[in-house]
């Protein structure tokens, strides 16, 4: 199976390689460097999010595409159009391969036409997985968390964005209202034992899978591991038995 994210021709193997998206949630760029290195081949696609972008990780992230690995920069953002187009075209000559924005309608429309013609795959941000229904409620919101997602879900499709992300609790009925060529990322991934953290709705990488995700967020259970090479090498073995399952 192939995904097509309508932005930039990012189909992807079934290789579990392709999928995993390892978190650099960490201080420094050069914790980041280490991560990178000890992981080497075993790992192409890193997540650049606050913390690291602002330690100078907007310049390692441009380093990192320009050595080869794919880049997830998560930025979230949010602001009046053309605020939004103006970054969303420096991000795109940048080279990254993916950019989070949150999924507001006329961000997601702005953010789109500003992308056109580059390689830079636009990912929706619905509900953030450290958020459960209270505190969607809190946030002044009428309605669950499920629901919200696919209402953002239906609005990404609309707006032409490359693809979704949300808790891996709600991949399935994502992926029934996307359909098939929108990318699925998912985070708050934890392997069997791991500990939460403040993440609220988790799935292991077998589960995640299976439930229709095309990319698997991991930060703390690899970055924070005693042996991150091995921890990614577990992760990524989950998730081939799932994609061969």
């Not at 079934?14 to 998206?21: E, K, M, V, Y």
């Not at 209402?151 to 994502?174: H, K, L, N, T, Y």
């Amino acid at each position: 199976m192939q995904w097509s994210f309508g932005r930039g021709d990012l189909d992807m193997s079934t290789s579990a390689r392709d999928r995993l998206i390892v978190g650099l949630d960490i201080p420094t760029i050069a914790e980041a460097e280490r991560i990178v290195s000890t992981l080497g081949d075993e790992v192409a696609f890193y997540k650049i999010g606050y913390q690291l972008a602002f330690a100078g990780g907007l310049e390692f992230a441009r380093d990192l595409a320009a050595s080869g690995k794919k880049v997830f920069l998560d930025m979230k953002l949010l602001d009046i159009d053309n605020t939004v187009a103006k970054g969303v075209e420096n991000i795109a000559r940048m080279g990254m391969s993916m950019l989070t924005l949150h999924a507001y309608p006329k961000a997601m429309k702005a953010a789109v036409e500003a992308a056109k013609g580059s390689d830079l795959c636009l990912l929706g941000v619905t509900v953030l997985t450290s958020m459960d229904a209270q505190d969607v409620i809190d946030a002044g919101y009428g309605s669950d968390p499920q629901s919200l997602v696919l209402r953002r879900a239906e609005q990404a499709r609309a707006a032409g964005m490359g693809g979704i992300v949300c808790s891996a609790e709600e991949a399935a009925a994502v992926r029934r209202v996307i359909g098939a060529e929108m990318a699925v990322v998912t985070p708050g991934i934890r392997p069997a034992g791991a500990e939460k953290g403040d993440q609220k709705r988790v799935m292991t990488p077998a589960e995640a899978i299976r439930a229709g995700s095309s990319h698997l967020v991991v930060a703390r259970p690899i970055v924070k591991a005693a042996d991150p090479l091995a921890a990614s090498r577990i992760i990524l073995a989950e998730m081939e038995s799932a994609l061969s399952g």
